[in-house]
């Protein structure tokens, strides 16, 4: 039984608590007069008092004889007093902020606990990275719970990432008390078909009693997702469909409703529970991924439970969906997920129920955000220099975006990307040849794209070509390219696309974008080539100028970010490029990218 996640354990405070609860004690806060929002009953209770001690729940009632002098005491005039909010599934690397900073963007909107996966920084600096986010995340007040990564690489064999991750390093970072189970398991299909090392690092995360998180991306409800809960796998945010929510939850899986910056699914996966009139227990609302904006203009597990009542769902139900659902998913509902005695007293008093609207935010009984804005210290925390120097390729030149081809025009297999969806749709196209080079074409909407290995200097690179983004003169490069992370290079011109590339390698990372030979915005990601130092508005500012840039150039993609740093990701269908080649993720096997 996990025990990490308070102040205190609750064998230290047992015999204080009773004392408070009794009146023999006074409480150290006494929150007055509120509509409890019970997500234990799933119901709304008037007139409430919730007494806290050592930073636990002392007692749910009648407090009054709870109080003492030195009690802080908190009128509610009849507000909201909800359990403070839990993401289920996160990946703070996504936001561009270090876990610090995100800590700071979110607590003002009643987030207190986040279940991490940082396999993004984990792809590029292996457990040294991870160690490094839980440093920095362990100053601030949120509680950063570690679902330690199992997919590093996401699909061995087929790119190069800067570490690997097996059944020894799973079993390394279960043991820490941070660990609350397994990252997603992306490698479904190594589950399903028996693959000893995959179903090894789920077996060190059964062994240790923790949890094992999912990633089941393919619309097949039948003997395959079966099989894949049958290994041990929990719950599953990649629905996208309101049959495959039901599917998973009726096979008592938890399904986790993804409402991120990119992915949109809340709207059709809520439909599960609001067409079939179903009990919500198995239930969750994530993130999964969340850009700068999204955080400072639309908030974060406070807009999801906005959203999810906009689309139908109960306000409570929406709330016990980042609160108990989540902690029972965990299996953490001893400690965390509710408003009850001997719980963590982390609370949230909201000014409206079905908006969702958050004045006050406790952890561990302190007040750590009021009114929008989070209060809470703490010191600065410097990464390390491996994780400030992550960018390990030599300087590009125009040759290396050339793509030789014999002829007047060239079929070619492409990429095309979908805004707002995950997946891709494989298409073909006839582009032409030039002086023996193959080149792109924007009556078409296709460019050219390139992913150069950057952590080990092989020299490795894949090549292939991109539909969708609507770009018509210039260059686009980021290194952030899930899961790997390798440098990303699109664009219609080699000249443009050199510039991007060997900007992004002089400043350590980070994404750009290039036309006619300047530089039109870029968003330095000095830590692994994911992450910045900056504080939140920066960020904000820094990214919407890259955005304008984008939509300047011609893409209309809601998240264009987002979408792009998927292309290499080769456990999502239907074809993805890596360092290694063009990968067709239906059969899992190499395709030339030029069929003739």
Same mark, same amino acid.
């Given at each position: 039984m996990l025990n990490e996640f308070c102040k205190k354990p609750l064998w230290q405070t047992s015999r204080t608590l009773a004392d408070v609860a009794m009146g023999r004690k006074p409480a150290d806060l006494v929150v007055k007069g509120a509509t409890l929002v019970n997500v234990c009953t799933k119901e709304l209770i008037d007139n409430v008092d919730v007494a806290v001690a050592e930073g636990r729940i002392a007692m749910v009632g009648d407090c009054a004889h709870c109080i003492g002098e030195g009690t802080k005491v908190v009128e509610a005039h009849g507000k909201y007093l909800a359990p403070a909010f839990m993401d289920g599934h996160?990946?703070?690397?996504?936001?561009?902020?270090?876990?610090?900073?995100?800590?700071?963007?979110?607590?003002?909107?009643?987030?207190?606990?986040?279940?991490?996966?940082?396999?993004?920084?984990? +792809?590029?600096?292996?457990?040294?990275?991870?160690?490094?986010?839980?440093?920095?995340?362990?100053?601030?007040?949120?509680?950063?719970?570690?679902?330690?990564?199992?997919c590093v690489p996401a699909v061995p064999g087929f790119e190069d990432t800067g570490a690997s991750v097996g059944p020894e390093e799973t079993a390394e970072m279960t043991a820490w008390k941070e660990c609350a189970g397994l990252g997603e398991m992306m490698n479904f299909p190594g589950i399903i078909y028996s693959d000893e090392r995959t179903h090894a690092i789920v077996g060190e995360t059964l062994k240790a009693g923790k949890i094992v998180t999912g990633h089941y991306s393919v619309p097949e409800t039948g003997a395959g997702l079966n099989a894949y809960i049958a290994s041990g796998v929990r719950c599953c945010h990649e629905s996208t469909r309101e049959e495959d929510a039901l599917a998973k939850m009726r096979l008592g899986m938890y399904a986790m409703f993804r409402e991120g910056s990119?992915?949109?699914?809340?709207?059709?996966?809520?439909?599960?529970?609001?067409?079939?009139?179903?009990?919500?227990?198995?239930?969750?609302?994530?993130?999964?991924?969340?850009?700068?904006?999204?955080?400072?203009?639309?908030?974060?597990?406070?807009?999801?439970?906005?959203?999810?009542?906009?689309?139908?769902?109960?306000?409570?139900?929406?709330?016990?969906?980042?609160?108990?659902?989540?902690?029972?998913?965990?299996?953490?509902?001893?400690?965390?997920?509710?408003?009850?005695?001997?719980?963590?007293?982390?609370?949230?008093?909201?000014?409206?129920?079905?908006?969702?609207?958050?004045?006050?935010?406790?952890?561990?009984?302190?007040?750590?955000?009021?009114?929008?804005?989070?209060?809470?210290?703490?010191?600065?925390?410097?990464?390390?220099?491996?994780?400030?120097?992550?960018?390990?390729?030599?300087?590009?030149?125009?040759?290396? #975006?050339?793509i030789t081809h014999v002829g007047d025009s060239a079929k070619v297999r492409v990429i095309e990307a979908i805004g707002g969806k995950t997946s891709t749709i494989e298409r073909f196209a006839t582009l032409p040849v030039k002086d023996g080079k193959i080149q792109t074409d924007a009556s078409q909407d296709i460019l050219k794209a390139f992913v150069f290995?950057?952590?080990?200097?092989?020299?490795?690179?894949? #090549?292939? #070509?991109?539909?969708? #983004?609507?770009?018509?003169?210039?260059?686009?490069?980021?290194?952030?390219?899930?899961?790997?992370? +390798?440098?990303?290079?699109?664009?219609?011109?080699?000249?443009?696309?050199?510039?991007?590339?060997?900007?992004?390698?002089?400043?350590?990372?980070?994404?750009i974008a290039v036309q006619d030979g300047k530089i039109l915005g870029e968003v330095p990601l000095n830590i692994a080539g994911l992450m910045s130092d900056k504080p939140l508005d920066e960020m904000v500012d820094l990214v919407a100028n890259l955005e304008k840039a984008w939509q300047d150039m011609g893409c209309t993609l809601p998240s264009p970010f987002m979408t792009m740093s998927i292309i290499p990701l080769a456990c999502l269908p239907e074809l993805r490029l890596t360092n290694r080649g063009l990968v067709d993720c239906r059969t899992f096997k190499f395709v030339d990218p030029i069929i003739e």
């Open positions: 996160i990946h703070i690397e996504s936001s561009m902020l270090t876990a610090s900073e995100y800590a700071r963007a979110v607590l003002a909107h009643g987030t207190s606990a986040i279940f991490m996966d940082p396999h993004e920084i984990c +792809n590029v600096l292996g457990l040294d990275g991870v160690r490094y986010m839980l440093e920095d995340a362990a100053r601030t007040p949120l509680k950063t719970i570690l679902t330690s990564p199992s990119a992915w949109h699914d809340l709207q059709e996966v809520g439909k599960s529970v609001t067409n079939h009139k179903i009990d919500s227990r198995f239930a969750c609302l994530i993130s999964d991924d969340a850009h700068p904006h999204t955080l400072k203009e639309n908030g974060h597990l406070d807009h999801i439970v906005r959203r999810a009542v906009e689309y139908g769902i109960d306000p409570i139900e929406a709330i016990q969906m980042v609160t108990i659902n989540v902690a029972q998913c965990y299996q953490l509902d001893h400690e965390l997920g509710s408003i009850a005695p001997s719980k963590c007293a982390n609370m949230v008093l909201l000014d409206d129920l079905d908006k969702c609207i958050v004045a006050k935010v406790w952890i561990d009984g302190d007040l750590v955000a009021e009114d929008g804005k989070t209060i809470a210290k703490w010191d600065a925390y410097v990464y390390p220099d491996n994780a400030t120097h992550s960018v390990h390729l030599s300087q590009l030149s125009e040759k290396d #975006f050339e290995e950057r952590h080990h200097g092989t020299g490795t690179r894949g #090549f292939g #070509f991109l539909k969708g #983004f609507g770009i018509k003169n210039g260059a686009l490069a980021q290194t952030v390219s899930h899961d790997a992370h +390798n440098l990303l290079v699109v664009g219609t011109n080699d000249k443009d696309m050199t510039l991007a590339a060997n900007r992004l390698i002089e400043i350590g990372g980070g994404m």
